[in-house]
Nanobody, 122 residues
């Protein structure tokens, strides 16, 4: 599975931004998909995840209620809707795929996209 994240850019605090992650390769719909983020000098952290069927969503406490993860298996794409972003949400965002997800742990993910930069102005 190859992943291509896009949609990053500059957003005002309190605004909205939608990230997309397009997957190529077979059996995208079998993979649980996650969004992670990383800032310089910090470890990559989990942001949001969605089960392969889309019936389960999971969020870091820091984004719960503001971000929404969704997927369209017909389009091989997963999305991260970022509402009311805060300056502390600024990071490089990565999408990742895992065939047999048990925990949303960076080390567990099977495939990674290249990252898209989100900058939040206050």
């Amino acid at each position: 599975v190859q992943l291509q994240a896009s949609g990053g850019g500059l957003v005002q605090a309190g605004g909205s931004l939608r990230l997309s992650c397009a997957a190529s390769g077979r059996a995208f719909s079998r993979y649980a998909m996650g969004w992670f983020r990383q800032t310089p000098g910090k470890e990559r952290e989990f942001v949001a995840g969605i089960s392969w069927r889309g019936d389960g969503t999971y969020y870091a406490d820091s984004v719960k209620g503001r971000f929404t993860v969704s997927r369209d298996n017909a389009k091989n794409t997963v999305y991260l809707q970022m509402n009311s972003p805060k300056p502390e949400d600024a990071a490089v965002y990565y999408c990742a795929a895992d065939l047999r997800i048990t925990t949303w742990n960076v080390a567990e993910m099977d495939y990674w996209g290249q990252g898209t930069l989100v900058t939040v102005s206050s």
